[in-house]
């Protein structure tokens, strides 16, 4: 199991670490600030630094096949040579693109809020955010876009909050309020709230103020299928 930093604080972009196993696919770190790709965020990239110097370039971040194992994939699969279970490293992500990634996450959650339809589908990458709305109803492009910038201007705070399956039992308007319904059996819940706004549960990495999000302008709406419409969104600057 790998201890996840990124949940807890977000803004984190590098940590020690420890080396717990290594091999061409990839590196398994005791804790790490790198987000694995999930819930259609993107995979962080970045770098270990070597305790002798040096880097091993983190080409992508994915989920392994044990619950809680994180893999950080490597850039170049000869570099697993230069690296051995134990070694400390320095490990640290590609800054500028987790925050857009967060600025995007963050995008969508204020989207799910202003389109009132189930989501079907999500990708979050640094260049664009694309959702995917369970609706046949047609969206229009000026009134997203001034909504979105609405609620960017209005800075909403952002956070994270635990909540237990007896809690969430014990408040039914809780649960049809929110878009995403949650998960139930883990025995807690993380959910990610837009004070007035948004409450879903979520696991991705987020802003703290909707106003970090900036300019937004709506790229595409398309209609995917007859009861599918996908909207991209793109930083206007
Ligand atoms: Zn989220």
Redo the contacts with the bound molecule.
Sequence with gaps: MTEELFREDATLAECEARVEAVDERGVRLDRTVFYPHG?G?AGDRGELVLPAGGVVAIADTRKGEAPGEIVHVLADPADAARLAPGMPVRARIDAARRRAHMRF??A??LLCAIVPHQTNGCSITAQYARLDFDMVEPLERELLERELARLVDEAHGVRTVWITDAELDAKPELVRTMSVQPPRGLGRVRL?EIEGVDL?P?????VANTREIGKLKVAKIEKKSARSRRVVIEFAD
Excluded: K
């Design positions: 819930g965020q996450h963050t969508t959650h990610l879903q979520c696991g991705g990495t987020h």
